[in-house]
């Protein structure tokens, strides 16, 4: 009986570290898609002022 404790003790212990290492998982998953979210704001965000600045060289010519 004490056996069989110890043994659901530790499937519960694994189980645990198995959902714990898939929320880490997704967790810098997460992470890794809004570094990249963020570097393509900054790039899109360039890119037009870029733009508006040739617009607003073309309206003064």
Do not use: V
């Not at 519960?12 to 992470?31: F, K």
């Not at 963020?38 to 037009?48: V, Y």
């Amino acid at each position: 009986m004490a056996e069989a404790g110890e043994s659901w003790s530790r499937t519960l212990a694994e189980q645990d570290d198995e959902r714990e290492a898939t929320w880490r998982g997704r967790a810098l998953n997460a992470e890794d898609a809004l570094k990249t979210a963020h570097a393509e704001i900054l790039t899109q965000r360039t890119r037009i002022g870029e733009l508006r600045g040739e617009m607003r060289n073309l309206w003064a010519e």
